[in-house]
């Protein structure tokens, strides 16, 4: 088992920036892949970013202004969003899967109970 635990949320204004963080405990060997997806109301969890090894991907919504990364020392996962939008309005979800380069939601097993980022324009 891997227990994720998000924080860093909350409201910022539009071109603002926050830093999400996501600490792992638990069998973290198992931690290949770490990543971020997003769910906006009334809109399906979306592919945010995801990290293995130093080997990042971004959906291209986020691409040039969210930076993943992580500290495997403190097995914790950084998501840095910069140059925030209105439409970045979401609950943020840290996950983690044993797949390498894993992308794809299936993929992740182990998720955190999310993080509110809320943008005002």
């Known amino acids: 088992q891997v227990q994720l635990v998000e924080s860093g949320g909350g409201l910022v204004q539009a071109g603002g920036s926050l830093r999400l963080s996501c600490a792992a405990s638990?069998?973290?060997?198992?931690?290949?892949?770490l990543g971020w997806f997003r769910q906006a109301p009334g809109k399906e969890r979306e592919f945010v970013a995801t990290?293995?090894?130093?080997?990042?991907f971004y959906a291209d919504s986020v691409k040039g202004r969210f930076t993943v990364s992580r500290d495997n020392a403190k097995n914790t996962v950084y998501l840095q969003m910069n140059t925030l939008r209105p439409e970045d309005t979401a609950v943020y979800y840290c996950?983690?899967?044993?797949?390498?380069?894993?992308?794809?939601?299936?993929?992740?097993?182990?998720w955190g109970q999310g993080t509110q980022v809320t943008v005002s324009s």
């Open positions: 996950a983690s899967s044993s797949t390498e380069y894993a992308t794809a939601e299936s993929l992740f097993h182990y």
């Open positions: 638990g069998r973290t060997f198992s931690m290949y892949t």
């Open positions: 990290i293995t090894r130093s080997l990042t």
